[in-house]
């Protein structure tokens, strides 16, 4: 009884004594392109991976430019819909997608800036797919459901006239800074090499160092990623930091205790923390490779949005939070920070999916165990 006493007494102090509100100091801010907001669309994915391009454009050349993320967006839209037919609707379609998407069409489709192609049409300033997807969705069902079972050549170009319509049409070149560019020559003004990037997972279903497709649902692509363990994955993404180099990351932000609004993301030791800790500091769980393992495998930790890493704080104890950008805006009735969100150690070791880095950024040790 006097153990059970006294264990209740240790627990009803850690949960009714909050530490002080947060007090963050930075330790590494990486320049980044000002937030901005992806609207009633599900394209983080695009977002995300584009800001993680403008930073690295800074990092290589200098350049502050503002990238297209729509012109991703609009030439990615045309394969997930040729995957979604061609596998008879035995596949995802949805707004969703990751950042070798955005990878795999800078390759193909080169870069363009925002200027040559916004996606938005006059009076215009917001995105918003609701209408667009509905209409793709539809027509994707019918060629599916047709009852010859016959696809008319005619599919893909009606896919590409809808994507007209509601994003705008392709941009073969355009001026820019008083000179004429193709997508493909301006992508070599920014020196960005596609094939330099990296994406890195950590789960136990596949062997480490070497390379898996993740089963999750907006991995249409089917893209494979390195599979590190977890304290590796971690030490990848400090280095990278350390190194000037921001991140792109994958990862849930499902979790109640994850707030925009209040500019954090933590993992509480004990969950009836879980509100409280958004305002104040409050002892976090640690956080191994079986325990997320077990809230990937059950559904607890599930791939729901794209940021970007750009920095490293810690609060007035010394735990260690990173600098995460969003893709929400930065109306302050609806986000804190400007716009980012400040991840916890803990809460990175948990819900990051993945994170995609230059292979510069990798410690020598892990890019040596990959043969990058």
């Given amino acids: 009884m006097k153990h059970f006493l006294l264990s209740f007494g240790i627990l009803l102090t850690l949960n009714l004594t909050a530490q002080e509100a947060y007090k963050f100091t930075t330790v ?9 907001s992806q ?47 061609m596998r008879q609707g035995k596949a995802q379609f949805s707004e969703g997608g990751l950042a070798h998407d955005v990878m795999n069409s800078v390759e193909k489709n080169g870069l363009v800036p925002e200027e040559a192609f916004s996606g938005l049409f006059s009076g215009e ?13 539809s027509m994707l069902k019918a060629y599916i459901e047709n009852p010859g079972r016959k696809l008319s050549p005619k599919w893909k170009p009606a896919i590409e006239r809808v994507l007209d319509v509601y994003i705008g049409k392709n941009v073969s070149n355009f001026t820019f800074e008083g000179k004429q560019y193709t997508p493909q020559s301006f992508l070599a003004m920014t020196k960005i090499q596609p094939k330099d990037y990296v994406a890195l ?34 030490a990848t ?20 205790t994850f707030s925009s609004k209040d500019g954090v993301a933590i993992i509480p030791e004990y969950a009836e923390n879980n509100v409280k800790a958004l305002q104040g500091i409050y002892p976090e769980k640690k956080i191994t490779q079986a325990y997320r393992q077990e809230e990937f495998e059950n559904y ?10 750009t920095g490293l704080l810690r609060d007035q104890n010394g735990t260690k939070y990173y600098k995460v950008k969003n893709s929400w805006g930065t ?38 165990k990959l043969n990058l």
């Fill in 28 to 36: 590494t801010d990486l320049e980044a392109t000002p937030v901005i």
């Fill in 39 to 85: 609207g009633v669309t599900g394209t983080c994915w695009s977002f995300s991976s584009t800001s993680f391009l403008e930073s690295e454009i800074i990092r290589l050349t200098g350049k502050k430019i503002d990238l297209s993320e729509m012109y991703q967006v609009r030439n990615t839209y045309p394969l997930k819909a040729e995957n979604f037919v």
């Fill in 125 to 137: 300033t917001t995105y918003n797919h609701a209408e667009m997807v509905a209409v793709l969705e």
């Fill in 201 to 234: 997972s950590s789960f136990t279903q596949a062997p480490f160092y070497s390379k898996f497709i993740l089963n999750i649902p907006d991995n249409w692509s089917n893209g494979s990623f390195y599979n590190v363990p977890l304290d590796e994955m971690m």
């Fill in 237 to 256: 993404l400090d280095n990278a930091l350390e190194k000037g180099f921001t991140v792109e990351l994958d990862c849930d932000v499902s979790e109640r």
């Fill in 300 to 309: 607890d930790t599930t791939d729901d949005h794209l940021m970007h890493i």
């Fill in 331 to 368: 109306d302050e009735t609806r986000v804190a920070n400007g716009g980012y969100v400040y991840f916890s150690e803990a809460y990175m070791r948990l819900k990051a999916i993945s994170i995609t880095v230059h292979k510069d950024a990798l410690p020598k040790d892990t890019s040596k």
